[in-house]
């Protein structure tokens, strides 16, 4: 198989990076230059036509694109650890999670960086900052409502380190990064992440 990867910060192969390192895996990869276009060339549009990173592909040259879809593959291949969660209430929870943090979260901090940020000004035409800035506002409320989940639990979706964690861990820190951190007073999000970012995995 064969891994295309970038660098950080960009969060979506950030997330199958931590994954494979919870789970020991090790992929050939191939990385390519989001800031240089390598992703838009006709080379990995060959791989993937909608031009993003990561993709997967496998050893009979299909090819598999999204992140999550990625590491579900790399699961199903791979079973222990579970990071999916176990059992059907189990695999519901972290599914819930993963699509809240996506749903609620990602959306708005991607229209934060698409309609704000100066890196992406030179792709996104036109920018809508005023549209972005409220986008700002809605991330913000989202990371309360993320905040107040975790008050009673160490990891997202329950007792076990998962896929859930992984996508927000990455989401986070890419908030972070476009300037949009997490408020200084949200004490459970801010233990979650210290305890997410000291695993190994994290460095990834």
Not at 16 to 25: S, Y
Request: aromatic share 8%; charged share 25%; hydrophobic share 45%.
């Amino acid at each position: 198989m064969l891994f295309y990867d970038a660098v950080n910060p960009a969060p979506n192969p950030r997330r199958v990076r931590i994954f494979m390192a919870e789970k020991g895996l090790k992929i050939t990869t191939k990385v390519l230059s989001i800031p240089e276009g390598e992703h838009k060339g006709e080379e990995f549009l060959a791989v993937n036509p909608l031009g993003q990173i990561p993709a997967l592909e496998l050893d009979d040259g299909e090819v598999i694109t999204e992140s999550v879809s990625i590491c579900r593959f790399l699961e199903a291949l791979n079973p222990d650890p579970p990071m999916f969660g176990t059992g059907p209430k189990g695999i519901a929870d972290v599914d819930m999670w993963v699509r809240r943090v996506e749903m609620r979260l990602m959306i708005p901090v991607g229209m934060v960086w698409m309609h704000t940020h100066p890196f992406t000004a030179r792709v996104v035409k036109p920018q809508f900052p005023d549209f972005g800035e409220t986008q700002r506002k809605r991330a913000l409320v989202v990371m309360r409502e993320f905040d107040t989940a975790l008050t009673d639990r160490q990891w997202l979706a329950g007792k076990n380190f998962s896929i859930a964690d992984i996508v927000l861990l990455t989401t986070i820190d890419f908030s972070t990064w476009i300037g949009l951190p997490m408020p200084d007073d949200l004490t459970a999000l801010k233990a979650w992440h210290d305890r997410a970012t000291a695993r190994p995995s994290a460095a990834a």
